[in-house]
């Protein structure tokens, strides 16, 4: 293995995703609690999400999304080094859903490992893929973040319930030959002092899934938005700052933003710090709902599919969560 970082950068060699065909609108949610449509749109920006089948679990979605981004980089299971999967909802506590996510690709050669980060995990294993790369450990990486959270809703809790969704996507990475391509820099931030604003308090080992545990449902997503909210539009504000300054670039020579999607409030707010018009920033929310660690990467996989993100282009990928942890990733197409 060689060590040191080395003049190399990391591109993203390839992109896909995977949404679960059920869909679940904002009209269905209005009969299941007291919510309305237009509460959820002018709040959230959100008007319909997926919700995985029963017998689908995060590696199965994973593994599709992973598929689709081997497709698109033209290599092969057989190719990888390494396989990292960014989740909250794992479809165990062990093995890993990335070692399921290898075994269902047959990528024999790769190390497989997860990464939890909630909603900015996908940042960081984008961070820890293009470190690996850079380094000379590995030459090709998977990464993939994926998430079946609809099974760790509360559906009596209007708070929550509304927000959440299902789906994965994923990055090929690989060393760029040309030096202005590729991962320019990440930034990766967490204040645990914020933990208890966003978790599920129960089901592991803090507080073991007792009957009395799932029943108060103590082991399902609980927020406090309004609060989460505000400080998710500093942190990102802050760290956008950071990415500038840490390339020399202005607001106008970023190309496109990627941000996580939670909330099109808070995706307005970015966009507004980077004075980026809305045609620039890919949006998601509506469709998808908050998928945490899936959300870049299938707002990415989208943008790339759809033609939008061409070679060359500065993308900006951001990202806010449970932690509280937030990050970017800046990329040259
Ligand atoms: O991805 C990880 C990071 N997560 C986020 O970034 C999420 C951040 N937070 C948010 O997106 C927003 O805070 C929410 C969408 C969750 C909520 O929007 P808000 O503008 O912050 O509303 P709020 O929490 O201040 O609630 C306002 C009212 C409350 O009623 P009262 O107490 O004012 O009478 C809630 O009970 O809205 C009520 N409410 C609802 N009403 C209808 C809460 N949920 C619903 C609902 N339908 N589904």
Redesign the pocket.
């Known amino acids: 293995m060689k060590t040191g970082i080395m003049d190399v950068r990391t591109r993203i060699a390839g992109t896909g995703s995977y949404l679960p065909d059920k869909i679940l609108t904002n009209f269905d949610l209005e009969k299941m609690v007291d919510?309305?449509d237009e509460?959820?749109v002018s709040?959230?920006g959100i008007r319909e999400r997926r919700v995985a089948a029963a017998e689908q679990a995060t590696s199965d979605l994973a593994t599709e999304a992973g598929r689709n981004a081997l497709e698109m980089a033209a290599i092969g299971p057989e190719d990888l080094d390494l396989i990292i999967v960014a989740t909250l909802t794992p479809d165990h506590f062990f093995p890993s859903t990335a070692g399921l996510v290898q075994r269902n690709l047959g990528a024999t050669r790769a190390a497989a490992f997860d990464l939890e980060a909630a909603?900015t995990g996908f940042i960081y294993a984008l961070t820890v893929g293009d470190l690996f790369i850079r380094s000379g450990s590995f030459r090709t990486v998977l990464v993939i973040g994926a998430e079946v959270l609809t099974r760790f809703i509360d559906w009596e809790d209007?708070?929550t319930c509304?927000?959440f969704g299902d789906g994965a996507g994923a990055a090929v990475m690989k060393p760029s030959d040309d030096p202005g391509q590729g991962i320019l820099s990440t930034h990766l931030h967490s204040d645990g002092r914020l933990a208890d604003m966003?978790m599920a308090p129960g089901g592991a080992s803090r507080m073991p899934p007792t009957h009395e545990v799932v029943e108060k449902k103590l082991n399902t997503v609980k927020?406090r938005?309004?609060e989460?909210?505000k400080i998710?539009v500093t942190k990102l504000s802050e760290v956008v700052d950071e990415v500038l300054q840490a390339n020399g670039l202005r607001e106008d020579e970023i190309d496109f933003l990627v941000p996580?999607q939670?909330?099109l409030r808070?995706i307005q707010a970015t966009a507004r710090k980077l004075r980026m018009p809305m045609e620039k920033v890919i949006v998601t929310v509506d469709r998808h709902g908050?998928t945490?660690a899936a959300s870049v990467p299938l707002a990415l996989d989208e943008a790339v599919r759809g033609g939008r993100i061409k070679r060359g282009d500065r993308v900006l990928l951001e990202a806010?969560?449970?932690g509280l942890t937030w990050g970017a990733a800046l990329v040259r197409w």
């Open positions: 919510t309305t509460w959820i709040r959230s909603c209007r708070n509304v927000l966003l927020m938005g309004n989460v909210f998710a996580h939670a909330n808070i908050n945490s806010f969560g449970g």
